[in-house]
């Protein structure tokens, strides 16, 4: 087998795209032309970007309104009444341009065009209102590491040494050696020459250090600005440049670029935008890079932490050493790489997913949930692929094809768990999942303390019960969640009062205490309780 067909068949198994061919048709370059910023008013409440809860949601998996069997635009404006009932007051939309994939959508041919299958700009203009008028935001994913392998600015570069974007991507007329990055081989072979795609021969890497690009995709972020949106979600951050094969990630330029988009974001009122950087969040945290990160690391450890029935040192450690008040906290996503999805990795342990998801939404950080976790939404029926299988129809009911879609079939299985875990059944049973869900997320927006307050911690490493307080503006309320499937108890500091206390959450819930110096906290197994320090 060739090298290119290795690499064909690696990017048709890895992200469904098939490798760029010279013979392939080209398509016109799309829109380049400058946009002008013109901000228009935004009806979110101020500082929306440090409260409330976001929900990440692939349109292709959501709600299909046309029976093609793919979720759409409209479908998903067809859904905002439940997901603003759920208390959701912010959406990532994973990709929605067009893509080559047709798919996760992270292989973009054009970033100023709607998938076809997700509808028209109109349709999403439609939803954007839609959201605004629930107080909803909506924040877009963006890549501007590289493009699809069938962006006609790439195919252009591709057929000919004479294009006028040739500098728009990053070549070399030898193999560069030495280079193994998270993919392998970066340098893929086309044309007698050989590019830089960091993930895959599929995505070539955009040249950011040619400014004709760096403004390109400025204009298309004002594009978008422009019609509404309230913030990207940014693909890929710690890869956007590379300097050597020994220095290709979380280069000093990748700040700079993002700090300039955030100048650019800032010049629009209250916009928000979160970085995606696996490996090394932190730095991108910093208001001199992106300004927020997705917390990965802390997702794995509360995880692991209501897996074990005791609080993971890790847990405390990312605490202490993340930036957390100014990240995106989480507990699943797309990826596998992140992790699974909650309904396998608590499987009959109903208990656990629900101490990792009062974790999540108690703790500091901006939570993202990930469409159909509060429903305990299972994998997609076998895929060859392990991340689709965390990218399955959500579901709706249990009517035909989960109420995803009136076509024979949806464009991917059902997931395994969809005759029990769907809306319809859990918004009937008050102790589901869903209605947990809706009352954490209930309790957080109620509770200025948990998005913006002080955290301190009240246990140690290993311990069944996690206990912290949260602090704002005189009001302080204390968390306990024991991780154990057993009773325990837990040591309040010294002078700690019960009478001063009120539980706050679950409503109707009791505290029980015994002893006096110190107080313990006396909770059954897996049991979850807030309370509230009664005003003096
Ligand atoms: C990170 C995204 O989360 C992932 O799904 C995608 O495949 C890669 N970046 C490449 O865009």
């Known amino acids: 087998m060739s090298l290119r067909r290795i690499l064909a068949a690696l990017a048709l198994a890895t992200f469904g795209l098939a490798l ?23 009806t979110l409440p101020a500082g929306w970007t440090q409260r409330g809860v976001f929900m ?25 009444d439940y997901l603003q009932a759920l208390g959701i007051t912010g959406i990532w ?64 570069a591709y057929d000919s040494r004479q294009s006028p974007y040739v500098d728009w991507f990053i070549w070399s007329e030898e193999k560069p050696k030495g280079w193994n990055t998270f993919s392998g081989e970066p340098w893929r072979e086309g044309n007698q020459r050989w590019y830089y795609a960091v993930f895959d021969a599929g995505m070539p890497d955009f040249n950011l250090r040619n400014p004709k690009v760096v403004d390109f995709h ?24 590379e300097n050597s094969a020994a220095a290709w990630e979380n280069q000093p330029e990748n700040h700079e670029l993002l700090k300039r988009v955030h100048a650019l974001l800032a010049g629009y009122g209250e916009k928000y935008m979160v970085c995606e950087s696996p490996g090394d969040p932190a730095p991108f945290a910093s208001p001199d890079s992106c300004g927020s990160a997705f917390a990965f690391g802390l997702q794995k ?33 797309h990826d596998y790489f992140a992790g ?34 509060e429903i305990g939404l299972g994998l997609a029926a076998p895929v060859s692929n392990a991340d689709q299988s965390l990218r399955g129809p959500m579901s709706w009911s249990a009517e035909r094809n989960a109420g995803f879609t009136s076509a024979d079939k949806p464009f991917r299985a059902n997931v395994a ?31 200025p303390a948990l998005s913006v307050g002080s955290f301190t911690s ?79």
Not at 359 to 367: C, F, N, S, V
């Open 340 to 373: 699974t999805r909650l309904a396998r990795t608590f499987d009959g342990d109903e208990g656990g997913y629900r101490a990792a998801a009062a974790t999540l939404l108690t703790l500091p950080g901006l939570p993202f949930l990930y469409y159909g976790e």
């Open 301 to 333: 450890h509360i995880v692991a932490s209501a897996q074990l029935g005791r609080l993971k040192d890790d847990v405390l450690y990312s605490l202490r050493k993340l930036p957390v008040p100014r990240m995106a906290t989480f507990l699943a996503n």
């Open 417 to 447: 768990n969809w005759q029990t875990h769907n809306v319809a059944a859990e918004d009937r049973n008050p102790a589901s999942l869903l209605n947990w869900y809706r009352a954490l997320i209930a309790l957080r927006k109620s509770e």
């Open 458 to 536: 009240l246990s140690e490493r290993d311990q069944a019960v996690f206990a912290f307080t949260r602090e704002h503006d005189g009001s302080t309320l204390l968390v306990l969640i024991n991780y154990a499937r057993k009773p325990a108890t837990h040591a309040l500091p010294a002078g700690f009062q019960p009478g001063e206390w009120q539980v706050v959450f679950p409503q109707g819930a009791k505290a029980a205490f015994t002893g006096t110096k110190p107080a313990l906290a006396k909770l059954a197994a897996q049991q979850v309780l807030v309370l509230k320090k009664k005003p003096s």
């Open 93 to 156: 939309l994973m990709p929605v341009f067009a893509s080559e994939d047709h798919d996760h959508g992270y292989a973009v041919v054009n970033y100023r065009a709607i998938e076809p299958a997700y509808g028209t700009l109109a349709d999403f203009d439609r939803f954007l209102a839609e959201a605004h008028q629930r107080g909803i935001a909506v924040i877009i994913d963006y890549v501007m590491n590289h493009a699809a392998a069938a962006h006609p600015l790439f195919e252009s």
């Open 20 to 42: 760029h061919g010279a013979a392939a048709a080209q398509a016109a370059i799309p829109d380049l032309g400058a946009v002008a910023a013109a901000p228009p008013a935004s």
């Open 56 to 80: 990440e949601i692939l349109v292709r998996a959501y709600q299909d309104s046309d029976g093609d069997g793919i979720g759409d635009l409209a479908g998903l404006t067809s859904r905002l």
């Open 218 to 241: 400025l204009d298309n972020l004002r594009f978008w600005l422009n019609r509404g949106v309230d913030g990207f979600r940014f693909d890929a951050v710690g890869v956007l440049f």
